[in-house]
């Protein structure tokens, strides 16, 4: 298994808090669909 820097992991901005976060292996199937970085963001979209 190929390891990757962690400066050179996909990164994002959260639509909710403006936050930068980095990829997650638990997102691998569905990183294009990730916008939160967390639960809290995704629970209080409004």
Same mark, same amino acid.
């Given at each position: 298994?190929?390891?990757?820097?962690?400066?050179?992991?996909?990164?994002?901005?959260?639509?909710?808090?403006?936050?930068?976060?980095? +990829?997650?292996?638990? +997102?691998?199937?569905? +990183?294009?669909?990730?916008?939160?970085?967390?639960?809290?963001? /995704?629970? /209080?979209?409004?």
């Amino acid at each position: 298994m190929k390891r990757v820097a962690k400066s050179n992991l996909p990164t994002k901005t959260c639509i909710h808090c403006g936050l930068s976060f980095s +990829w997650r292996k638990k +997102w691998k199937k569905d +990183w294009d669909n990730v916008r939160y970085c967390s639960e809290r963001c /995704r629970k /209080r979209k409004r």
